[in-house]
């Protein structure tokens, strides 16, 4: 879809061109697609919540930017007005019904180049809630703006309800992207940036791939490709990027204790869940104390930007060390450190970092010393007023990454969910079920006695 009434044009921005680097390792544009939806307690008005949807698109306005291909690049613009003339909606009977529509949708391409940057639709669960759903293309909206769309749409909803006024606006993502329009002065000081972030990734220098099924893949690729001493296996097949998500609940008890440590100890959960992840990472691949996860840093420091819908989101490199005689405590803080530092230096593009680790570590563009894309959502009763809400991701079909672990606490039941999305190529359910049991353990275990190092918890786990 190009612009036809004289809109301006720009170029993507940093964040974008992650996306379209994503699109590099996989025949499917699927693959970044964020599909989710929200479903509440209460019946809502289905005729009021379309006309909030439509004054939702005016007030937001990564929904109304478009893509299109200009040569070998891709350039974007934002349409002035763009409205849906009709909302699908759907009344399940159970949830099998439910999931398998919703699956199918989430999995089914958006045709972004003509136009379908996004697709919303309304539906009544198998247990009586009314839900809200979208799929929107990861060039217009990360996580983070999903969660911006559905709370500002049911904030407008409630105006519309209650004849009250409507919420403060939203910030202008057409500010972010021009902003990064030819701006020599953010791409000098991007270019240090990149430069201080290379020098901490490789000061160790080549990180070993850890995979949750253990040294498997890792051997695997060795004897293929007649490579004893390769530690980045070729883990970007683009035909080979057929996934499944698998969601597991923590039980509420064992919730509870996470609950209870958190309020007693001055960490935060990202750090917390990112340890569990982590130990037992080392623990089934042999106990390299070395281990690289993308952590995706929302990138979002100002009110504006917190109120700001479009993609911001980055994925950065943390790369840490814990040694074996490290406690479980010493970790979590040793993990907040590393979070402050790359988050002062968020700002470094995907790109940038991607490039160098190719360059330093004297890998093919099919190659990565990664395995785990991680995001920790800190969602609570509060994120929608108060209201009960369930918050579901959906199967889309096909990813880059080898896992995706999103772990995030449902405001309904107050349990952690823990959702994987694993490519088929690489690791089966059963292998990632076992691996998030024992996270699980590992998590238990640390919390429980949090003066215990890293090597005593591998042991009892």
Known sequence: MRPKNGETVYHTIHSQAMVQYMWRYTLHMQATQIPASIAFDEALDFGV???AVNIEIARNDCLRLRIFRDGFGIKEFFLDEYRLEKIPYNEFHSKQEQEARLDLDASTELKVFRGETFRVRFFKTFDGKSG????VSHMVMDFVAVFIFFRDLMQVYDSLKNGTPMPRPMGKYEDAIRNEQDNPELEERLRKEGEILDDWVAMDGPPYFSMVNGTKTLERHRKLFHLKNL??????????DATHLLKLHLSTEDSEKIDAFLRENPVSPE???QLGLRVYLSKVNRQPNDLLFWVLCPRRKTVKEKRMGGTLASPMPWRQKLPEDMTFNEALHALGETQRFLFRHSDTPYTTIRDSELKRFHMTLLQSANSVMFSYLPLDEKTFDGRKYEFSGYNFGHYVMPVYAII???????QYVFSYIHRLWLTTDDEVRAFHEGTVRTLLAGIAQPDKTLGELMEEI
């Open 408 to 414: 995030l606490r449902e405001a309904g039941s107050g």
């Open 49 to 51: 919540l379309a006309r």
């Open 132 to 135: 809200v759903y979208i799929n």
């Open 271 to 273: 750090w917390l869940f």
């Open 231 to 240: 530690r980045s296996p070729f883990v970007y097949m683009p035909l080979n």
